[in-house]
């Protein structure tokens, strides 16, 4: 049996894949070519494991940064 992962961009763009590599193209895609944001691989894998930790199908429209990510 095959599952599709699936996440939603906060605009409602449905990413799709049978695995993990191919939902971070899928998301790495979307970005640049929607929200003109291009991702590094490793800041859409972060994306997708962040998404997937909390339990949500959506991804938000900008990645937390470092700085964005630190306690004052």
Known sequence: MRVERVLTCECGFD???ADEEGLV?????????????????????????RAELAGATAIPARPPTE????EQ
């Open 15 to 17: 990413a799709r894949a």
């Open 25 to 49: 193209a899928a998301v790495r895609c979307h970005a640049a070519e929607a929200h003109r944001m291009p991702l590094s691989h490793d800041e859409a894998l972060l994306l997708v494991f």
């Open 67 to 70: 700085a964005g990510t630190e």
